[in-house]
């Protein structure tokens, strides 16, 4: 992941976007990026919109985590760390015996 | 990367989450991490969100990055070749001699 | 709608919060109560959604209403006005003929 | 209020898409209206988006009001007593006493 770091911030530093791009203008086009993934599924179902839009959908998803390890780098966050720090987060709030099967919050567990 | 997907399955795995999952909510959801990352940011600038919610942002971007594997994982898609794919594709759109220093789109440029 | 501005233009008023509300921050926060809405459907049917979570449905709509209120106030749109203008542009690129029954984007018909 | 649902349900119908619009799909294009509101500020100062882009900005912020008027109409929502309902709620969760000029949250205040 450090290799794929370094090739988008290489991509970025050839352009000279870094003026633009404060973390609170990723988080937004980190979200934008996720709504033109959540467009392929528009008035579809998941089947269909794979179907149609295979190629569409890896680049949106491409596009998403292009903006999260660019946020990541330039807040100094460790990514797969963080992930893995969630994980065990996750793991106290939705205790398998709990949250097995069901599609509750943990505050509603 | 392999390693981390592996993770995140076996913990659905280990909750029976997969029947939810199916790909159009996967998209949903990380549309709304994405957006409670973007909620640390709400009326307030880079640095004051950054001081004020530094483990809040991990946390959120850890979950935006969880969302992304999954969606990855379950509809076949190696996200690191469709990142380096991507790449290449703006290499094509944003040509530095053009896209230095700009904020415009490539339709624009 | 112009009794329903007045109201929220004097709810923020009081409160002396326009100095937050530039139209950047206005378009973050409309889009991050559109995702507390989209939340009430996380994993769920509309119908479950609806079953469960009426009120909360009807308090986040509210908000959605409240920020666009807030923002064409602010910027100088006639909402109204705004929305029979892109009717009519919609009828235009959603033609009867070509669009009955499709859910194909105009650009696609 | 009215007749404005009226003349976006008309627009529906013509067009046999209540087909697609259930409710979890709606609130979906209600965010994605909103993220193309959103985009026209992306890199952007708030002055930028609004000289550079006011005609879309009309445009996008419609679309937020036209899926907000259909979503009310459809679940059965009357959108003029939610917003005041939900008024009266903030007048609670943000006394002015304690809010006036915060940026802060009322779980926060």
């Given at each position: ?7 988008v911030v ?11 791009h404060n973390?609170k ?12 993934l959540l ?14 839009k295979?190629?569409?959908l890896?680049d949106?998803l ?16 460790d ?7 969630k ?9 398998v ?6 599609n509750?919050?943990?505050?509603e567990?």
């Open positions: 992941m450090n290799e794929l770091t370094k090739r290489a991509f970025r530093e050839a352009r000279n976007w870094k003026q633009f973390p203008d990723l988080a937004i086009s980190l979200n934008l990026e996720a709504s033109e467009e392929l599924f528009q008035w579809k179902s998941s089947e269909d919109a794979i179907s149609d295979y190629n569409d890896s949106e491409a596009d998403v985590f292009y903006y999260t390890l660019l946020m990541a780098h330039d807040v100094g966050i990514l797969e760390k963080a992930l893995l720090d994980l065990e987060k996750n793991e106290m709030n939705y205790p015996q709990k949250a097995f099967g069901s509750k919050k943990y505050t567990l």
